[in-house]
Antibody, heavy 121, light 108 residues
Framework: EVQLVQSGTEVKEPGESLKISCMGS????????IGWVRQVPGKGLEWMGS????????MYSPSFQGQVTISADKSTNVASLQWSSLKTSDTAMYYC??????????????WGQGILVSVSP | EIVLTQSPGTLSLSPGERATLSCRAS???????LAWYQQKPGQAPRLLIY???SRATGIPDRFSGSGSGTEFTLAISRLEPEDFAVFYC?????????FGQGTKVELK
């Protein structure tokens, strides 16, 4: 059974750093893109970027390029999303998603349960 | 960037009624690389439709997708109580991958 299991809720202050994670299981981790989708409370879905763990190719949405860093460790089947300096506007639910195809041009067939990141002074 | 515009913003219907949701793209979505997702409160979205018209595994046949180019539709033939939720379209033809803003199907 394919699963994406994400780490727990994070409460941070502005300016702090953060790394959240997503562990994939039940499939060959290196053969599918893993992405991150943001959902601000009460708002819609935004694709942030994706990584192909097989060769660590990364694609970012222009809206998030330079704002976050996506990485993956194929030895542990874990994908990560990190910030060097959080802002209050980073408060949101973050979902990791699996791309069905082995290309960036894919829909998301599996979703993690989501991680709520709350940033406030 | 391909902008997806969904309409209506909210659809108020009763169980048993038919729901028709629209997703319009700012430019052609080639190869019908268009997906639909359903999100219930407090839950992650789940895939309903991919390739504009193919149902994902386990999705009931009351859900159907159609369209091509810039105009796509999700239809729910007879609403069940568990179908009330927010629905999003997503194009995966061109990076950045983009979602529509969502349509809420609410109980009338």
């Amino acid at each position: 059974e394919v699963q994406l299991v994400q780490s727990g809720t994070e409460v941070k202050e502005p300016g702090e750093s953060l790394k959240i994670s997503c562990m994939g299981s039940g499939y060959t981790f290196t053969n599918r893109w893993i992405g991150w989708v943001r959902q601000v409370p009460g708002k819609g879905l935004e694709w942030m970027g994706s990584i192909y763990p097989g060769d660590s190719t990364i694609m970012y949405s222009p809206s998030f390029q330079g704002q976050v860093t996506i990485s993956a460790d194929k030895s542990t089947n874990v994908a990560s999303l990190q910030w060097s300096s959080l802002k209050t506007s980073d408060t949101a639910m973050y979902y990791c998603v699996r791309g069905y195809y082995g290309t960036i041009n894919s829909y998301f067939d599996y979703w993690g349960q989501g991680i709520l990141v709350s940033v406030s002074p | 960037e391909i902008v997806l515009t969904q309409s209506p913003g909210t659809l108020s219907l009763s169980p048993g009624e038919r729901a028709t949701l629209s997703c319009r793209a700012s430019q052609s979505v080639s190869s019908n690389y268009l997906a639909w997702y359903q999100q219930k409160p407090g839950q992650a979205p789940r895939l309903l439709i991919y390739g504009a018209s193919s149902r994902a595994t386990g999705i009931p046949d009351r859900f159907s997708g159609s369209g091509s180019g810039t105009e796509f539709t999700l239809a729910i033939s007879r609403l069940e109580p568990e179908d009330f939720a927010v629905f999003y379209c997503q194009q995966y033809h061109t990076s950045p991958l983009t979602f529509g803003q969502g349509t809420k199907v609410e109980l009338k």
